[in-house]
T-cell receptor, first 111, second 112 residues
């Protein structure tokens, strides 16, 4: 199984950009890169996903390295509501999809 | 549109018992997957169903099983419960296999 590696925690100031890194050096060509975040006592919430190209949506941007061995989730202006655990996930296709979670990065946002 | 619904929200069982957890996906979603979340192991993939067929399975013992019904609702069963099965069990649905996942709030299972 492919694996993802994320920093345990990161800190950001409110209204500043945040770059959350993820390494997935064993990724295969058909694996999708997903990002989810989880608040206490809630299930994970979808943030963004991509395969090879950089992606943008209203919540965030996803920058994928050319060799796909790493990716970065970019929150353009962090708010206090963005404080959560962020998971970088590989959706690995093996006939069906298997979802491989990293340990997640706990993001602290300072006012 | 209603989200993913998991029942019950909390459950207490004793060792050796079995348990069945239920998941109702978002209307129109045909793919359902299950996950176990513990403080020590984090989030781990259990299995994924699409159109009543299990498409993939994680590295869990055979005591963990699941099924999906024709209306896409899914259940997972854990037999012969062990203390280590205490966890938050999360269900997620998607419109198709591989698409973004929508998670429920989970069932918190405590095994005494």
């Amino acid at each position: 199984d492919a694996k993802t590696t994320q920093p345990n925690s990161m800190e950001s100031n409110e209204e500043e950009p945040v770059h959350l890194p993820c390494n997935h050096s064993t990724i295969s060509g058909t694996d999708y890169i997903h990002w989810y975040r989880q608040l206490p006592s809630q299930g994970p919430e979808y943030v963004i996903h991509g395969l090879t190209s950089n992606v943008n949506n209203r919540m965030a941007s996803l920058a994928i390295a050319e060799d796909r061995k790493s990716s970065t989730l970019i929150l353009h202006r962090a708010t206090l509501r963005d404080a959560a655990v962020y998971y970088c996930i590989l959706r690995e296709y093996t006939g069906g999809f298997k979802t491989i979670f990293g340990a997640g990065t706990r993001l602290f946002v300072k006012a | 549109k209603a989200g993913v619904t998991q029942t019950p929200r909390y459950l207490i069982k004793t060792r050796g018992q079995q348990v069945t957890l239920s998941c109702s996906p978002i209307s129109g979603h045909r793919s359902v997957s299950w996950y176990q979340q513990t403080p020590g192991q984090g989030l781990q993939f259990l299995f994924e169903y699409f159109s009543e067929t299990q498409r993939n399975k994680g590295n869990f013992p055979g005591r963990f099983s699941g099924r999906q019904f024709s209306n896409s609702r899914s259940e997972m069963n854990v037999s012969t419960l062990e203390l280590g099965d205490s966890a938050l069990y999360l269900c997620a649905s998607s419109s198709a296999v591989g698409e973004k996942l929508f998670f429920g709030s989970g069932t918190q299972l405590s095994v005494l």
